[in-house]
């Protein structure tokens, strides 16, 4: 005659599935935007980080960890709770719970765990018989994990002779898992580590494009071929007016009218704040450039050598000889796309110019 005991990895706490933010299965530790942008320069995907999140299947990543989670339990830990020779037969994984709202609990591995008959005389055997060192290090695990304090309230017994009561009156409780947690631990230090070995596992089998659909079609090639030669031209103009960062990523969008009538394949790439995020993104590395040109230096060569061509140039003469000798002078690029300085160096000279006609 077997027993089963039902518990989960929230109460046998030997590694962790929870997804929420910073939590060790959480599915941004696996699936990284920037790996996902350099593969997508590189040619191996033809998907953004936007589309990418907007394809996800949440089902589909919570169904591979509960696959993952049983083959983690069965290569790393039942081998241990077999040589623990203490009654345990077998355990399996049967599901993996994950709450609606993560305000008082999150995701958990639901555990069965097959023992013998006399599986509760042997435990209580081994608590009554630890040896001092032992037992006050239990006794002290119990305290530290299962006290109740403001915002959290335990509903496991957080001593020794509580412990023994509640396992003398039903062995399929509480108390007997928080006694396995401490126990194989106790017997084997490398517990220690099993979480981080989780985490590892997760590393090597999670594959983020599992979790895509099989016949998705990808528009994100589409919307850098519409929007970058617009962004090229646009992101100057926008420097010039003192709109940057996100202010003129959402001006470029409102501008260029991009909606979803007008770019309906952009949309079908991504939402409209991973868009506007691409976009800054495309942005920035432009005004970047346009700033380590900018500079006071810059104007003011650009205004000293105009002062100098002014008795023997015209200004369209002056504009194009500073901007020829720029183009040699200045290690930084000066074209983007197909605009080029006369946005920076045609107002300066204009300047030198119209100031001696008056």
Avoid at 263 to 291: F, S, V
Avoid at 317 to 330: G, M, Q, Y
Wanted: aromatic share 12%; glycine share 4%; net charge negative.
């Amino acid at each position: 005659m077997t027993i089963t005991l039902k518990t989960s990895s929230a109460s046998f706490r030997l590694f962790s599935v929870g997804t929420y933010d910073g939590q060790t299965a959480c599915v941004d530790n696996f699936i990284d935007d920037e790996a996902i942008k350099d593969d997508f320069e590189d040619g191996d995907v033809d998907y953004l980080p936007g589309e990418y999140w907007e394809l996800f299947d949440g089902q589909k990543y919570h169904n591979k960890l509960a696959e993952l989670g049983e083959d983690f339990l069965q290569q790393t830990i039942v081998p241990t709770l077999l040589t623990l020779d203490i009654g345990i037969i077998s355990a399996n994984a049967v599901g993996l719970y994950s709450p609606r709202e993560y305000n008082f609990s999150t995701d958990s591995l639901d555990i069965d765990i097959v023992v013998e008959d006399n599986f509760g005389e042997r435990i209580l055997e081994i608590i009554n018989n630890l040896e001092p060192e032992d037992k006050a290090d239990y006794a002290q695990y119990l305290k530290s994990k299962f006290t109740s304090y403001d915002g959290f309230w335990s509903h496991t017994s957080n001593n020794i002779p509580d412990t023994l009561d509640e396992i003398i009156k039903n062995i399929d409780c509480v108390e007997t898992i928080a006694f396995l947690t401490w126990y194989i631990r106790h017997e084997d230090s490398d517990a220690e580590e099993w979480n981080s070995e989780w985490r590892d596992y997760l590393y090597e089998y999670i594959d983020a494009e599992e979790f895509l659909p099989e016949d998705a079609t990808f528009y994100s090639r589409q919307m850098v071929e519409v929007l970058t030669p617009l962004i090229k031209e646009q992101a100057p103009l926008l420097y010039l007016e003192g709109v940057t960062g996100r202010d003129a990523a959402q001006q470029f969008i409102d501008q260029t009218e991009i909606d979803d009538e007008k770019y309906p394949e952009l949309y079908a790439a991504t939402d409209e704040w991973a868009l506007r995020e691409w976009i800054e993104e495309q942005i920035n590395p432009i005004h970047k450039n346009l700033d380590a040109v900018n500079t006071p230096l810059f104007r003011t060569f650009v205004k000293a050598r105009a002062a100098s061509l002014l008795p023997m140039f015209s200004m369209g003469e002056a504009k194009e000889i500073v901007k020829s000798e720029l183009t040699k002078r200045v290690p930084h690029p000066l074209t983007f796309g197909g605009w080029d300085i006369d946005k920076l160096v045609n107002p300066l000279v204009e300047s030198i110019y119209v100031k001696v006609e008056d």
